[in-house]
């Protein structure tokens, strides 16, 4: 069971290139969402999705895209990399009514230059 | 709109000492609270959620909403305790966002 997967753990981008951060889960979770964490700022959510066809907005979207083809998927593009988005990116995901909370990825290590 | 504040940066204490991380949250419905501890570079793990009412590693978390406050306590701090700790908010209901604390970096000395 590997629970969630975040690919790649470390990237480095130059202003303006565009990628997409992979995250997969095996565990059938209709809720999976995307945070990003910075030294005193916590982690804020960029985008969350309650399921296939479904995402919304969180407290810090611009810059970024989701989509959520399958229940499995949930891809995070950033359209045009500014060195503003140089963080840690977390994908997550949970059952319904996130009674047990969130299932973290390992995390992925951007640096925007 | 749901908020979280730990007001403690940083918190160190020797090992063996009594240990509290402090959690307060502002939500006027009926809130699911959990703690979230991030060892060095590793994933966010699950700690503690306020329902269970559980003892995880020995830390304990009571929800207190006279109060809303959330704190985390430990009476026995140990070196390996050493991590972030987060907390975090569930408005529950229709809104599946989890809101999250700054954290608290806990370290144990020996």
């Known amino acids: 069971n590997a629970g969630v997967t975040q690919t790649p753990k470390f990237q480095v981008l130059k202003t303006g290139q565009s990628m997409t951060l992979q995250c997969a889960q095996d565990m059938n979770h209709e809720y999976m969402s995307w945070y990003r964490q910075d030294p005193g700022m916590g982690l804020r959510l960029i985008h969350y999705?309650?399921?296939?066809?479904?995402?919304d907005q969180g407290e810090v979207p611009n810059g970024y895209n989701v989509s959520r083809s399958t229940t499995e998927d949930f891809p995070l593009r950033l359209l045009s990399a500014a060195p503003s988005q140089t963080s840690v990116y977390f994908c997550a995901s949970s059952d319904a009514g996130l009674s047990y909370g969130y299932t973290f990825g390992s995390g992925t290590r951007l640096t925007v230059v | 709109a749901q908020r979280v504040t730990q007001p403690e940066k940083l918190l160190s204490v020797f090992k063996g000492a009594p240990v509290e991380l402090k959690c307060n949250y502002s939500y006027s419905g009926s809130p699911e609270l959990f703690w979230y501890v991030q060892y060095s570079r590793q994933r966010l793990q699950l700690l503690l959620r306020?329902?269970s009412r559980e003892s995880i590693k020995g830390f304990t978390a009571d929800l207190n909403k006279g109060e809303t406050s959330f704190h985390l306590k430990k009476p026995f701090a140990q070196e390996e305790d050493s991590a972030m700790y987060y907390c975090a908010l569930n408005s529950g209901g229709s809104n599946y966002k989890l809101t999250f604390g700054k954290g608290t970096l806990l370290t144990v000395n020996p």
């Open positions: 306020h329902i």
């Open positions: 999705s309650v399921g296939a066809g479904i995402t």
